[in-house]
């Protein structure tokens, strides 16, 4: 059958396979027979039709021109106008992928085709491709041929393009809630010391046992990126305030953060830097400046990453406190059915004294965390779930349980339910709990708070 084939096709009257053929309609049969394009070979197609018929008139669309675009293929396969054409229908009628494999043979047969390389560069915008897009405006930019009308389109939107490389946002909240613990004060209130080898009984005053009541709670966050073709910049400060009717458990923290994000092939370094300093009753509290590498492996479904931090932990005005804490932790996050996403990460923890005088020395632990969010209607629920473990290295104080090396555990746990009222505001509610336990007993503590408010985005 493929033999009758070609010898009718070549109007090979005496139907012999033996017969010469001409060498060039030879390989240009053989293409035709296995589906292939082979350009530049004499003879065979008919010659491609004028064009002018099938460019967008009043009349006509880019809908009903496709089709019979389409149908022209055979004939025009070594017409740059025609897959210019073809590329152009196919990008004005959604057809992303398909555009952008015509415009492509189109540049392939005429570099430089103007129309062709316009279209190409919004075939790569809409298919996510910003920066190749960017970088094929701007050569066109430079061109000396460019129409006047056309140079000012391709200006303005290159702007636009542009524009969009550059985002940034600003978040303000306020909320109102009760908090059984405001000043984050021991559970117990009685205390067995170990005074001249006797115990002794101690009572907390009542300044320092838990304080309950309502809070306010403002805060502010503001962030700004920046994109470039082979990394991204990442620039957030927050501050937020709780007050309430206790002068003496007002809190204000300020925090910022710069984070740059390296693609590497498919996979991702995420570097960040960054401090947060924390008042309480109106006096500097502490200060913390830390900085984190993080390897994220980007695929489809679950992504893992690596991760190691360093934290310098400054205390104002109780400088023994200071520490230097490193970490190396492992993760996984994964996006699931019905808009869920959910993480877990696990990692070890050790704390170094700067003083060696600190109570308790050096210490070390481990720590795990989960998180979880999900769309619940037409709001988002989202929780959080942390416990870490921590052993000192040497006895804490000998007037507290003989001198025992201390152990804390601590925990959290974080739930937020966020639900739109408007186009940019939401109202929340958030419930949070924190509980740290201990082998001595003034670490003891619990606290847990329910807030509900507002979310504006500007």
């Known amino acids: 059958m493929v033999r009758a084939f070609l010898n009718r096709l070549f109007n090979d009257d005496k139907g012999r396979w033996g017969r010469p053929i001409n060498s060039a309609l030879t390989a240009r049969a053989r293409c035709i027979v296995v589906g292939i394009a082979c350009l530049g070979l004499p003879g065979l197609a008919r010659a491609c039709p004028s064009l002018d018929a099938y460019y967008p008139t009043s009349g006509s669309s880019w809908q009903t021109l496709l089709p019979a675009l389409t149908l022209l293929m055979p004939e025009c396969l070594d017409s740059p106008e025609y897959f210019a054409l073809l590329g152009a229908a196919q990008l004005n009628t959604n057809n992303i992928p398909q555009a952008l494999e015509s415009l492509e043979r189109s540049l392939l047969l005429s570099p430089n085709n103007g129309a062709a390389q316009v279209d190409y560069a919004q075939a790569l915008y809409s298919a996510g491709q910003i920066f190749p897009a960017l970088e094929i405006t701007q050569a066109l930019l430079l061109r000396e041929d460019l129409p006047p009308n056309l140079l000012t389109t391709l200006q303005e939107r290159q702007q636009l393009w542009q524009s969009q490389t550059r985002s940034r946002g ?49 805060r502010i966050a503001g962030f700004y990126q920046q994109q470039a073709p082979t ?17 003496n458990s007002e809190l204000l923290q300020f925090d910022w953060r710069y984070a740059l994000a390296l693609p590497v092939r498919r996979n991702q370094w995420e570097l960040t830097a960054g401090t947060s300093h924390l008042m309480y009753g109106g006096s500097p509290l502490y200060s913390v400046f830390e900085s984190r590498a993080k390897f994220r492996v980007r695929r489809e479904g679950c992504q893992p990453y690596y991760e190691l931090a360093t934290q310098y932990q400054f205390y104002h005005g109780q400088n023994q406190l200071n520490g230097l804490e490193s970490s190396a932790a492992t993760g996984l996050e994964c996006g699931l059915a019905q808009q869920q ?3 877990v990460e696990a990692g070890v923890l050790h704390n170094e004294a700067i003083d060696q005088a600190r109570l308790g ?6 720590k795990v965390a989960l998180r979880w ?11 959080q779930f942390g416990y870490t473990t921590l052993s000192d ?13 201390r152990q804390i555990n601590s925990r959290y746990l974080q739930l937020q339910y966020s639900r739109p009222i408007l186009q940019n ?17 003034p670490f003891v503590s619990q606290n847990t708070a329910m807030e509900v408010g507002f979310r504006l985005n500007l």
């Open 341 to 343: 996403q959910i993480g």
């Open 231 to 247: 990394h991204t910049h990442d620039w957030l400060f927050a501050a937020r305030n709780r007050s309430s009717q206790d002068s």
């Open 170 to 218: 600003l978040v303000a909240e306020m909320a109102a809630g009760f908090d059984n613990n405001l000043n984050g004060a021991p559970s117990q209130s009685n205390f067995t010391l170990t005074l001249s080898g006797e115990p002794v009984a101690l009572t907390l005053d009542k300044l320092y046992q838990p304080i309950s009541g309502p809070y306010a709670n403002v």
């Open 373 to 383: 969010q999900m769309q619940f209607g037409v709001g988002a629920l989202a929780a």
């Open 425 to 441: 505001l939401s109202i929340m509610v958030n419930v949070n709990h924190q509980g740290q336990g201990s082998n001595i007993g």
């Open 361 to 366: 020395a050096n210490r070390g632990g481990w």
């Open 393 to 405: 290295a040497q006895g804490y104080s000998e007037i507290l349980a003989n001198g025992v090396s």
